[in-house]
């Protein structure tokens, strides 16, 4: 069974920094491209950052400079490094990835950052 477990969310002010973490089992990790996604109150859930296979990665304008998505094969887990934290960055945030043309989403963590 393919399944993602993110953790690190919490409460922030605004400047400062939190590390999100995404756990994957039941998947060859390695071989997968991996996508953080984020959910405001309201609105709809929107692309955040993707690392492919070789470590190649995209951003979404706004968090471009701020945040960075890594990836550690060994320990099955993609992280995002969020830095310089808005407070329109306050959302729920997934990570998802396809798996045999199967949409796989975690459970979410609440990231909510102050002004």
């Known amino acids: 069974q393919v399944q993602l477990v993110e953790s690190g969310g919490g409460l922030v002010q605004a400047g400062g920094s939190l590390k999100l973490s995404c756990l994957a089992s039941g998947i060859i990790f390695s071989t997968y491209t991996m996508t953080w996604y984020r959910q405001a109150p309201g609105k709809s859930r929107d692309f955040v950052a993707s690392i492919i296979v070789g470590g190649v990665t995209h951003y979404e304008d706004s968090v471009k400079g701020r945040f960075t998505i890594s990836r550690d094969n060994a320990k099955n887990t993609v992280y995002l490094q969020m830095n310089n934290l808005k407070p329109e960055d306050t959302a729920v945030y997934y990570c998802?990835?396809?798996?045999?043309?199967?949409?796989?989403w975690g459970q979410g963590t609440q990231v909510t950052v102050s002004s």
């Open positions: 998802y990835t396809k798996h045999v043309r199967r949409d796989i």
